[in-house]
């Protein structure tokens, strides 16, 4: 049913061109397709692109976009090839950009667009459809807001209700009023939340004083929720989304050292521990052969448990106040599973070694290591979450490592007290 | 500014009262709030609070809800209920969400809604808006759809467009033939990404013969994109959303148990592997400080390859043709951090042990366990991916517990050939 390839797909093709081919068949398309199929392509691409247009060709493409993109693609490049693209813009273009770029890009201000219909609230409906053909933008029409005199943001219509309502009847009174707006400096993933919460096509930004300033569309909503999932199972990984747009394998492991220093120091941790009990290692040297087991159990559980709290505390299932409900369930939850393990795991090594007692050890550890770590895995990123700080980039390293130490140190002072018990 | 209560804050308030309280409430709200804020709720509670409401009160709420949640309402219900609930309904809402009812919850036949503007091409532009004037369903309008006598989808209109157009002209004139549909079988994933993708508001469902029989609207592929992001970021702890409904600790137990007992075989593979060493480390007692170290950092490294991939694939970022060039990035970072971190634990097991030798075997085992976890880390998700497997299945669990092995086994061996070298 096709008759044109729409840009999201011509944006497939040069994606899949080697990277020298990319040039001349951009080159080839007009610049509002150019505009089109650049606001498609994944960052690193894009930049890498325009690295090679020319400033002026970058300008015409920018007249075609909207402003919000218009302001990201300035943002990503150079600060001398920025200026001469923003003198090649129309006066006005140029102004609005300039001013676009001053939000931080996580924020309202820094996805939203100033392309969006305002009408007086004193004008009535055939006024209001007068004006909107007019409107030469292309794009669809969100929601038209109603505004005073002094562009003070007063309400909402849907283009329907306009349609569906009598000529003469003013914008005011038929507009509604119950509108959620955000100001600009509010944190992109709160927006995103209001979107969703309220299901709106579009959410109205305004300054402290009411003024509507800009409009962030459904669309850049989507982007930014694939863009915060991809953030936070990057965070579970100890790792970084900027390090796919990072080409130096330098840089690259520049972000991920810094968790792996913090897992090589507990490890190093786990090595004194180990060494403390040096003696009861010589004794019983089979004790080693269960360092694994009892490590790998502690990790996964406290990884699963902390899952289930991180996740369930982004999406709001889980609250603060469900502190102690949420722990106890994790608790009761690990000791079925510390019983279920530990007795497997004891009947192993007691199969394996032939002695009861480092059975009883590896088993009853592994117990105890298991409800810990689940304790651990709810509670930390509670912890982290009353803090103020994120509790997703709690739950990945920081808490293997602690419950690594834990578990070694659980294994080896039992093992310990169970052999002297012994003799 | 709001004159009244959205519903979403209502649901917010219901949320935080404590299980007794919520019906009292919820009966003292009428059944068009009802239904808006019960679409609000998260399912665990929606499900609750819909056990303890009668079938009449449930079959009002009904009534005022999209047809597509209202299905998503029937189809939580017990048989009994639902067939009581059916039965009170108006005999046209009735059947239409039995029809719903085939669909697979998870495709586009299972979020789509029936509720959608479909008008003839052969009707002009002032007939139409006399049709949508007749149109009293609440709700935004996101497209017009331009369909022939048999229903059969032609086009799309942005409601924009009707309202700029000449009166006489007629809506196949108009309309817009590049219409992106999606049949009702589609996983709802993929339909994500086609609005996505194109930037749309809504997406019509066709059926084989390209009748229009739904639209799934943006604010459910929202729905799905945080659903999809929470069952990603589960699948790599080794467990799954479905706990979070899950009541009875023994249920969670069970979702999680299977993974923990892969975990467990894999720490028992390791004891073997190191029990198969016992002798080398008799004689070398030290070597067991340093196997959680070993653990710990393939382990690491596996996950930050793993997640750079699994995601990469997952945004698109990453295609199978890339996979040689992924690959040899991760081997190179793998290549910077196994000297960096090799060298670290290096120095430390010799100023801990004062051997050379044993700094020596920790030091460049550790190096070869991080370009092994490295390239298995990035390998792996690849091959799940081109066999067809999720490979956000593969990531957590799977490669934790071969690089785990792999690295004790690195480490013995190695500790053996120079120990047996240095005689």
């Known amino acids: 049913m096709k008759k044109r390839i729409h840009p999201a797909d011509i944006a497939d093709i040069l994606r899949n061109l080697p990277s020298d081919k990319r040039k001349p068949f951009f080159d080839s398309l007009d610049s509002e ?18 690295k090679k247009l020319d400033s002026s060709v970058i300008s015409e493409i920018l007249d075609e976009m909207p402003s919000d993109d218009a ?14 693209v923003l003198k090649l813009m129309a006066k006005e273009d140029s102004a609005r950009i300039q001013n676009l770029l001053k939000y931080d890009s996580k924020t309202a201000g820094g996805i939203m667009t100033t ?18 053909r007019q409107r030469v933008k292309p794009g669809p029409i969100h929601y038209v807001y109603v505004v005073d005199n002094e562009q003070r943001l007063l309400g909402v219509l849907m283009l329907k209700k306009l349609l569906v309502s009598e000529p ?6 038929i507009m509604n009023e119950d509108i959620v707006s955000v100001k600009t400096s509010l944190d992109q993933e709160e927006v995103a939340r209001l ?14 004083q009411n003024y509507l300033i800009g409009v962030v569309t459904v669309d850049d909503i989507i982007d930014v929720l694939k863009e915060e999932a991809t953030e936070d ?47 009861t290692l010589e004794r019983t040297i089979a004790l080693a052969f269960f360092i694994p087991v009892i490590m790998g159990m502690g990790g996964n559980i406290g990884i699963q448990s902390s899952t289930i709290v991180v996740r369930g505390l982004a ?27 530990g007795s497997v795991v004891a009947l192993i090594a007691y199969l394996l070694e032939k002695t009861l007692l480092l059975g009883a050890v590896v088993g009853i550890s592994m117990f105890i290591a298991i409800i810990v770590a689940a304790t651990m895995g709810s509670l930390i990123p509670l912890i982290f979450k009353r803090l103020k700080i994120d509790p997703a980039v709690a739950s990945g390293p920081f808490i293997t490592s602690s419950n690594d130490i834990v578990g070694i140190l659980i294994y080896f002072s039992l093992a310990n007290l169970l052999f002297r018990i012994a003799g």
């Open 33 to 50: 397709v150019g505009a089109k199929v650049l606001r498609q392509l994944d960052p690193v691409l894009e930049f890498d692109l325009l």
């Open 315 to 341: 999406t709001g299932r889980i609250s603060l106040s469900q502190i102690g409900k949420v722990l106890f369930k994790e608790i009761r939850v690990g000791l079925i599973m510390g019983l279920v393990c």
């Open 195 to 208: 979107v969703s919460k309220y299901d709106l096509l579009a959410i109205p930004v305004v300054d402290e």
């Open 233 to 279: 199972i990057f965070k579970l990984g100890g790792t970084d989304d900027e390090e796919l747009s990072k080409k130096s394998i330098f840089n690259v492991s520049r972000i991920r050292l810094p968790w792996l220093i913090v897992t090589l120091f507990e490890g190093v941790i786990c090595a004194t521990v180990i060494r403390f009990f040096q003696f």
């Open 115 to 132: 392309d969006f219909v305002a009408l007086n609230a004193e004008i009535n409906a055939e006024q209001a459809i007068h004006l909107l």
């Open 168 to 173: 003469d009847i003013r914008l005011k009174d």
């Open 71 to 84: 302001t990201d693609v300035v943002a990503g490049l150079s600060k001398e090839k920025a200026g001469q």
